[in-house]
């Protein structure tokens, strides 16, 4: 059989094989097939799922209205509507606490 070499950096599977690192974007494609199953092996699936795990997405949403409610508390301290940011940060403290359900986030 044939050694496989990246046509951009002239990589071949071998050095993949001995060094675990790819040279170039380009290697992706050359050895494609035989990075399927290393990749099925350390990530558990061989595709690009993003850097959001699938898993838990009400964590997203805690997250995302954290950071919406952060940045409104932080405006009411800047305009000195200090009743609001008050409010603001108790909301913020429940939330971080499990003690109020999730507030409605704008998509």
Avoid: W
């Amino acid at each position: 059989m044939s050694e496989s070499f990246c046509s951009q950096c002239g990589m071949s599977l071998s050095d993949f094989n001995d060094t675990g690192r790819l040279g170039c974007a380009g290697c992706y494609t050359a050895f494609r097939q035989e990075l399927i199953p290393v990749f099925k092996h350390v990530h558990g699936y061989a595709h690009h799922t993003g850097k959001i795990p699938v898993a838990d997405p009400q964590q997203l949403e805690i997250r995302t209205a954290l950071i919406s409610l952060r940045r409104e508390l932080k405006q009411a301290v800047a305009q000195e509507a200090f009743e609001q940011a008050a409010s603001l940060r108790d909301r913020i403290y429940d939330i971080e606490h499990q003690k109020e359900p999730l507030p409605a986030v704008p998509r």
